[in-house]
């Protein structure tokens, strides 16, 4: 199978600036420790809607919501373009909001079929403008790609709003995938709103400690027959899953998180399932880091991972 690695560089979602440079940081890695990655894969770069970040923010309960509606229908199509070409994309961002693209365009490329997603990541990402405490849509993409919305603390404009509606149609119109077919492994940092919909819906959620208890290959086999039902998956990997002493380069640590093998295995274990169609590897911020450890740790993790696709 071919792979594809899709440079998706926004960071209008997120509330530190950085993770736009999150290729170029892998990049510098691949040169510095003689690593092929960018030779396994052709690249593909979208063009970014960054600019709205010098601009007067209209929306204070989803920063620059604005900007993300282009580059969000782009991502959409690019991912939809090369998994309909029997291409597999790997989706390096970015905040996690670029996951509203991705995971659309997966659903946009298989609109009949069930669409399981695993999101590898601290955070639940399932607040709304309703309900955050931050306005930064990388918080959000959960939540709007299952359009599920409560009444909260906030009271944001009709203008968001708008927009917030017009991005939950992207790729196809209506949820891209139900609460059940949704896993969180690594979640460990959410708000009570968000734990509110975990336990209304009944979410899985799979710990680190949990997955300790098991072992990384015993929760990929839970994770994968949990979604049994699906006839896709998309994974959705965010670098503040992994513990604060591997790396600061992320725009919100966490203590307690993956080791870089955990991960690893994590992501091996899901790629080698043929349903798995894209792969997200977000939140990679140079900017906070030190002597670029956190793109280092991200590459070791994202190389064995070419063989294993290519060879499905």
């Known amino acids: 199978m071919e792979v594809r690695l899709i440079e998706a560089a ?4 997120a509330g530190t600036r950085g993770t736009s440079m999150g290729m170029a940081a892998l990049r510098v890695a691949a040169w510095k420790l003689g690593s092929e990655l960018f030779g396994h894969a052709e690249e593909s770069i979208l063009r970014d809607e960054n600019d ?4 007067d923010d209209k929306s204070p309960n989803a920063h620059h919501i604005d900007g993300l509606i282009r580059f969000e229908s782009d991502l959409a199509y690019e991912v939809f373009k090369y998994i309909r070409n029997g ?12 996951a509203i693209g991705s995971v659309s365009g997966t659903k946009m490329a298989f609109p009949k079929e069930r669409l399981g997603v695993v999101w590898i990541d601290a955070h639940a990402d399932l607040h709304t403008p309703w309900t955050t405490p931050s306005g930064n849509v990388h918080g959000m993409p959960l939540a709007l790609l299952m359009q599920i919305e409560k009444k ?19 790729g196809v119109n209506g949820p891209k995938l139900a609460p059940a077919d949704l896993v969180f492994i690594g979640l460990r940092d959410y708000e009570p ?28 086999q839970e994770t994968l027959k949990h979604l049994s039902a699906c006839k896709r998956i998309h994974v959705s990997f965010d670098v503040d899953s992994l513990d604060p002493s591997i790396s600061v380069g992320t725009g919100t640590p966490v203590p307690g998180g993956l080791t870089v093998e955990e991960a690893a295995l994590l992501l091996q274990g899901l790629c ?16 906070l880091d030190d002597k670029n450890a956190m793109a280092e740790a991200a590459l070791s993790i994202m190389e064995p991972l070419f063989p294993i696709l290519r060879n499905r």
């Open 152 to 170: 909260g603390r906030n009271k944001p404009q009709v203008y968001t709003m708008a927009t917030w509606d017009r991005l939950r149609k992207i």
């Open 272 to 287: 080698r399932d043929v349903r798995t169609a894209t792969l997200d590897v977000v939140e990679i911020n140079p900017a």
């Open 10 to 13: 926004s960071e209008i979602g």
């Open 87 to 98: 291409v597999f994309p790997i989706v390096v961002g970015g905040d996690h909001s670029i």
């Open 52 to 55: 709205v970040l010098y601009e």
């Open 193 to 220: 709103e968000e734990r509110a919909i975990i336990e209304e819906h009944g979410i899985k959620v799979i710990t680190v400690e949990d997955l300790r208890a098991k072992g990384a290959m015993a929760t990929v």
